[in-house]
């Protein structure tokens, strides 16, 4: 399962673990040049006698010594041709006053981590991860004038992932179930949905070279409206 509901927060580290041998290199070479920054700093003080101090936090900015490593992970968007949804009621009339609901995929966070294959500690020895990618996706639905009564709308949308080819690798379909009451005339309301990605990779680079799209399931109809709703603005 590479997409889940609900967080496991095992899985979400905020920094990768790199191997030991690489953080104690690492650790050896700060150590040095920490030592050549303070006896460069003890020369100055020495030297000049003017009251001029060395600034350390320049020094660090220009060298970026103490710089966080970033963790390489995939772009995530909201795919244009899918970002609306419009459900009509039954019969052929397809105007505005026939709307039972429509609705907008409003915004998606995200954010990057990662842990090791099936819920196992992260190790030096771990030959694939998991980038780890959580999803805050906000959708914006509101009654249309067609809706008389309460009702319960389920918006089919997915989440894809598509690799640096564009081709779809992974598709799973969920379904954002909104409750509009009765007698209040049109309503809108936000719906807030939460998802793991958990992507296995066997170099933590190979992640920049996915795309996480997120986008409503239409069907041919609702492609149909989308494409003439395009030919209209352009002819216009």
Not at 19 to 29: E, G, Q
Not at 152 to 181: D, M
Request: include cysteine; glycine fraction near 4%.
């Amino acid at each position: 399962m590479w997409l889940q509901a609900k967080p496991d927060q095992a899985l979400l580290r905020r920094q990768p673990q790199f191997p030991v041998t690489r953080r104690s290199v690492s650790t050896l070479i700060i150590g040095v040049i920490r030592a050549s920054l303070l006896t460069a700093a003890i020369g100055l003080l020495t030297a000049c006698q003017s009251g001029y101090l060395l600034d350390l936090d320049y020094v660090q900015e220009k060298l970026d010594i103490f710089a966080t490593p970033t963790l390489p992970c995939p772009t995530v968007r909201i795919l244009k041709a899918g970002e609306h949804y419009v459900r009509y009621q039954k019969g052929a009339g397809r105007d505005i006053t026939d709307i039972e609901m429509e609705a907008q995929i409003a915004e998606v966070k995200f954010t990057c981590g990662m842990g090791s294959r099936d819920n196992e500690p992260i190790t030096p020895q771990s030959a694939t991860w998991n980038v780890v990618v959580e999803l805050d996706i906000s959708i914006r639905a509101r009654s249309g004038p067609a809706t008389q009564h309460e009702t319960i709308e389920s918006i089919p949308f997915f989440v894809a992932l598509v690799n640096r080819f564009g081709q779809v690798v992974e598709k799973q379909l969920f379904s954002a179930e909104i409750t509009f009451p009765k007698d209040v005339g049109p309503t809108s309301l936000t719906h807030k949905e939460n998802l793991i990605l958990s992507i296995p990779v066997r170099d933590l680079d190979e992640a920049s070279n996915y795309e996480t799209i997120v986008s409503f399931q239409l069907n041919q109809e609702q492609l149909d409206q989308i494409q003439s709703r395009k030919n209209r603005t352009n002819s216009s």
